[in-house]
């Protein structure tokens, strides 16, 4: 699948695609499933409930807003390489980050749920044909082709793993 040109993304979504290497999208994605799984992995069990400051989420409930943004994201792909056009209106982060508990589940339970999710965002991308990933959806104030939404979730994690590195670890 080739990297999307910046007409099919709004440019608010710049930083987020300027964090994704060039390469091959299926290797991408498989490598940047290994490194977050790996990253998460690796972070003592003693700073998963922490917070760098009141009202900013917890590692874990990082992580859970990073699964709950691929489902999110994931469908918008599906959609627009399903040539379905009805409007989608924007994720409300705080709203779902609000209305999940990850206190009382294991950073171990986490991962493998982002590899659960992931692995069905591998699927959906690497049997879409040229033409599917190209279609747009309609994100209400801009479209998205699916490969910009398939792009998009590589450089969503980037950003977060760039946040847990920065602001926790």
């Not at 469908?75 to 627009?80: D, N, V």
């Amino acid at each position: 699948m080739q990297r999307p040109e910046p007409s099919e993304y709004d440019q608010n979504y710049q930083k987020y695609f300027d964090l994704i290497p060039n390469g091959d999208y299926e290797n991408l994605l498989a490598q940047n499933t290994i490194e977050t799984a790996r990253l998460f992995d690796t972070i003592p069990a003693q700073k998963h409930d922490h917070r760098y400051a009141e009202r900013k989420w917890t590692i874990k409930e990082v992580l859970m807003h990073i699964i709950d943004t691929e489902r999110v994201f994931a469908y918008r792909a599906l959609a627009a390489a399903r040539g379905d056009a009805a409007p989608m209106y924007r994720m409300d982060e705080e709203l779902y980050a609000g209305n999940v508990d990850v206190s009382k589940r294991t950073m171990e339970d986490l991962i493998s749920e982002f590899k659960i999710v992931r692995n069905g965002t591998e699927f959906l991308f690497k049997n879409m044909t040229d033409e599917q990933s190209k279609r747009s959806c309609n994100v209400v104030t801009h479209s998205m082709s699916a490969r910009a939404i398939g792009y998009f979730i590589i450089g969503h994690v980037l950003h977060h793993i760039g946040v847990v590195r920065v602001r926790y670890l």
